[in-house]
């Protein structure tokens, strides 16, 4: 069965601390996708990154950076120097590609508090 | 193209009440989804559909919901005798192809008093 979880529920850090949100997945498929999203107080679901499951490369887009790890099942990301305009729920979230429907299973998210 | 559209962005009923929400995609994607999300979780699929076929539906859409796509296009989502436990935000999302280029409409805040 496939799952998400994300056993952070809140974190709470002052401007400029790193801070990383964990991501553990569960997938029989061999093939999938991986996605985090960012959701703001005004509750639109906004795209980050998605990493299939071929590609363990890390990725670095700026402050916000990404391990993805098969062996531990695992795609966590890092936000550095964080900001306030950081704080938002995120969300970690899994495609299968068997089936083909291509539904996004989400995680239950790690609400993010950066104080200035 | 801006994007996924959803209207209305808030919606107040009375239970009992039928509410219909509507789901512009993106025009070039193929594929919408539904979601719906409960305060404190992560959004929770409920429908499919790759052109005007809905493929699949999740066991959390009761005999109570239904899903429409006429023509491929548009879809609509209306709930019949609302009941107090359908109090979510209802997103909708479109996608070209499988793992790809998901995007997230502003979503329907639903609230049955």
């Known amino acids: 069965a496939q799952k998400v979880t994300q056993a952070q529920t809140e974190i709470s850090v002052v401007e400029k601390e790193d801070v990383t949100l964990d991501c553990v997945y569960e997938?029989?498929?061999?093939?999938?996708?991986l996605f985090w999203y960012k959701q703001p107080p005004s509750g639109e679901l906004v795209f980050l990154i998605r990493?299939?499951?071929?590609?363990?490369q890390n990725e670095i887009s700026g402050r916000y950076s990404w391990n993805f790890q098969k062996s531990t099942s695992s795609f966590n990301f890092t936000i550095t120097a964080s900001q306030v305009v950081d704080s938002a729920v995120y969300f970690c979230?899994?495609?299968?590609?068997?089936?083909?429907?291509?539904?996004?299973?989400f995680g239950q998210g790690t609400t993010l508090q950066v104080k200035p | 193209d801006t994007g996924v559209s959803q209207d209305p962005r808030h919606k107040i009923t009375k239970r009992g009440q039928n509410v219909t929400f509507r789901c512009d995609p993106i025009?070039?994607?193929?594929?919408l989804y539904w979601y719906r999300q409960t305060l404190g979780q992560g959004p929770e699929f409920l429908t499919y559909?790759?052109?005007?076929?809905?493929?699949?539906k999740s066991r959390l859409l009761s005999d109570r919901f239904s899903a429409e796509r006429p023509k491929g296009s548009f879809s609509t989502l209306e709930i019949q005798r609302t009941e107090q436990g359908d109090s979510a935000m209802y997103l909708c999302?479109?996608?070209?192809?499988?793992?790809?280029?998901?995007?997230f409409g502003s979503g329907t805040r639903l609230t049955v008093v």
């Open positions: 999302a479109s996608s070209e192809k499988t793992g790809y280029g998901y995007t």
């Open positions: 997938t029989r498929d061999t093939t999938y996708y």
């Open positions: 990493r299939n499951s071929f590609d363990e």
């Open positions: 979230a899994l495609s299968e590609a068997a089936g083909n429907t291509g539904k996004l299973i």
């Open positions: 025009s070039e994607h193929n594929r």
């Open positions: 559909f790759q052109n005007e076929a809905q493929l699949e």
